[in-house]
């Protein structure tokens, strides 16, 4: 295969880095009017998005939470929305689940209380949790420092919903004495609205919390095998996790290697998706390449690393983001004499089970043409031709 197959797409896409996409009108009065908006993103092509920091996001903060919005519906095709999210102390969202939504949370600054399923528990900076549809979720800063998070939603929808609290605190709070309105239920009332369940319903899937099942037995050879894969992952049930990770952990890796963590794997989620923990020295880089059929996230940590999304290049620091879409031209590099941390999550999953045969072909002392054909079989093209 030859990245001209897919060159027009990859340029189509490319072009749409940077222009603007208006807000489609919607009115969200039950959860059905969500399920009709999202047939309306559905029908655009998801744009790449490249931010230099959570400043960049669109302000919907409320009482506690320092909303940004990194990620809309009508960016991303209704498949995803993401946000950067900072705790004041006190501040959270308490126990509740979606029917359809897969959720993905990283600890990015500080301490958390962090719900997945059936667990409840304190953590700090790298630690992850995926929540897919009908599990328990919940999120508190209960400590005296502030806190911070990264949270996907897939698919999109609760943008919409935190626009509306936004909205909801900026009519009701007086600012200039800084009192509050009538509490936490008028926002936990906008949030129903949109899909957020809020009960103590015990849910079959919270008992299943970081239940390991076996991973498939499977091998990405050729054309055709990568969605083979996804078709067995969706096979598989969707089980709520807590990843726990260490800052030793990520810093205890010999100087100039990388620290490289498969935390939420197709195994986990169905084949939804699957996330990368990276920690990268100087030089550590990815060239150029696009992916036909899978949408690819950064998030960025620490450090700083140089991200080439679509026709644009920028150095992003802690906070920096970027969402490129199918068919869209993504590269990375450390150009700091300090490592870079980040996270990616690709959806479709399949992506951890590619880069793992692209490794072994190239530890064996494969040529750059194998090399290159294991990619192509996987789903990424590299725009270097062997």
């Keep these: 295969m030859s990245p001209a197959i897919h060159e027009a797409d990859n340029r189509r896409v490319n072009a749409l880095i940077g222009q603007s996409r208006p807000t489609l009108d919607a009115t ?16 655009v092509e998801a744009m790449p998005v490249l931010l230099n920091g959570r400043h960049e996001g669109i302000d919907h903060r409320w009482e506690g939470l320092n909303v940004r919005t990194l990620l809309r519906g009508e960016q991303s095709a209704g498949r995803f929305a993401a ?25 990015t600054e500080g301490e958390v209380e962090l719900g997945v399923g059936a667990l409840v528990e304190r953590v700090g900076k790298y630690n992850l949790g995926y929540i897919p549809p009908r599990a328990r979720q919940s999120f508190r800063n209960t400590s005296t420092a502030p806190a911070a998070l990264a949270v996907f939603y897939s698919p999109a929808g609760a943008e919409r919903a935190f626009e509306a609290t936004h909205d909801h605190w900026m009519a009701t709070h007086d600012h200039w004495m800084a009192t509050r309105d009538q509490g936490e ?11 957020f369940r809020f009960d103590s319903e015990v849910l079959e899937k919270d008992n299943l919390t970081n239940v390991a099942l076996p991973p498939l037995e499977f091998e990405i050879k050729g054309p055709g095998d990568l969605e083979v894969l996804r078709r067995e992952f969706r096979r598989r049930p969707a089980l709520p996790r807590l990843v726990r990770t260490t800052p030793e952990e990520i810093s205890d890796k010999p100087a100039g290697t990388t620290f490289r963590k498969e935390a939420i794997r197709g195994d986990d989620t169905a084949g939804e998706a699957m996330i990368n923990l990276l920690s990268g020295s100087h030089g550590f880089n990815a060239p ?9 996230f950064f998030f960025i940590m620490d450090g700083v690393l140089e991200m080439t999304c679509a026709t644009e290049t920028t ?16 590269a990375f590099r450390n150009p700091s004499p300090t490592d870079t941390r980040f996270f990616t999550l690709n959806s479709p999953a399949g992506h951890e089970r590619a880069m793992a045969a692209v490794r072994r072909l190239s530890q064996a002392g494969a040529s750059k043409k194998q090399l290159y054909e294991q990619s192509v079989a996987g789903g990424f093209i590299f725009h270097d031709l062997p």
Excluded at 83 to 107: C, M, N, Q, R
Excluded at 185 to 195: F, V
Excluded at 288 to 296: A, G, I, R
């Design 28 to 43: 969200i009065e039950r959860f059905e009017d969500l399920v009709a908006l999202r047939s309306r993103w559905a029908q």
């Design 83 to 107: 946000h950067s999210v900072i705790l004041t102390p006190g501040a959270g969202l308490p126990a509740h689940y979606h029917e359809d939504v897969h959720t993905y949370i990283a600890v």
């Design 185 to 195: 239920e008028a926002y936990l009332t906008i949030l129903a609205r949109h899909g």
């Design 288 to 296: 150029p390449h696009h992916q036909p059929t899978e949408d690819e």
């Design 315 to 330: 150095v992003l620091k802690p906070g920096g983001f970027a969402f490129c879409p199918r068919n869209c031209t993504h």
